[in-house]
């Protein structure tokens, strides 16, 4: 006697499966923000340059990232404010419409930089099919035309399917070249050990303002001031505070399991044959004879989805913090909202139009990211601290500490990353 599935059966299975993605569309969402070109690039660049040497930075980045995407979660949790409500409540409208401006600029020079990037490796990859290859300015005007369709036709949670989706192609496709291109193990286990390369002649700007690049696209403010407005958004409450975690930890095992295996690829290819990394496109070019059509192809696709699936935060970006600033309902359908995404979505097209140097443009922009670390983690010290606020849940001795260790980590990343900037423009 066969058993056959009723329409019954089947809808309750999407229900079970859409309830089950439900928990986790919050954190996919934070890692297609947080996982973006900018993060390939500065991965790619330090295992390029220093092979596994900096594994520990990637590590210590995502132990930061987790505890403050805790925190932050934690005090919306209890409140029921986002980050931008709270400081222009609590401290002071001038500190909000600091992360407000600030924040933007980073977006801006991120949107520009991940736009450059997939166009020049989709344009590279193009040579492989057409001779010569089709212009990056056609690849990147169909990217940006993709996602502002996107968002013009979806809600919040029609993004986050769409990243959940992405984001899956995006790890599939760089956990596969991990496992075909990973340097030896033992290099891996050395990269644990925090240490701080030296400067050579094949890399004489030193390796300050790849560090903090690094930690400025991992440890990133923009991540956890949206965090507070996604889980407001979900209405989670304290009762939802191991939903909360959960799914917090899950994004960033996600982010050290993606950074790592991207880091791995290139040590394991370009470091082994001593190339730096000075253009994303090289990389398509290098890596073919070095690890075959196969591998550059997937590494490809890796690259395009991590581009597309950080398009979709950093457009977002400006609209949802003025919503908080402003403490009105976020309804992306307004005008002022369709065209003010539409001119973000824009300054896509800068890099291929007038031919800028998109991994410089985007090491500068996650650099400038770690510069405003600091503030951000005062913030919220302040805020979790305040008993009128946080009632019992107010911060305890070893979250203080904890906080204090990532403030005055954030004042030494964001001293390499001035430092490391001004050795390039000096340079």
Known sequence: MSSTSTPNDNNSLKQKFAKTLALFLPG???????????????MAKAGADYGMTLLWTIIASCLCTLFMINLYGRYTLVTGETALEAFKKHIHPAVAMFFLVALTFGVCGSVMGVMGIVADICYEWSKSFIEGGISQVYFAAFFVSLVYFIFWNGKTQFFERCLAVIVAVMSACFLINFFIMMPPPVEIIKGLIPNIPATTAATDKGPFLVIASMIGTTVFSGLFIIRTTLVKEAGWTLNDYKKQRNDAIFSVFLMFIISASIMAASAGTLHVEGIQLDNASQMISILEPLAGSLATSIFAFGLIAAGVSSQFPNILMLPWLL????????DMTLPKYRIMVFVISLLGLV?????ARPVFVMIISQAFNAVILPITVGCIFYLSNRHDLMKNHKNGWFANLALAAIFIFSLITSFFGVKGVLQNIFA
């Open 323 to 330: 919503c908080d600033y402003k403490g009105v309902k976020r």
């Open 351 to 355: 890099v291929p139009i007038f031919e």
């Open 28 to 42: 996919i969402f934070l890692l297609g923000f947080n996982i973006g070109t900018g993060s390939v690039t500065a």
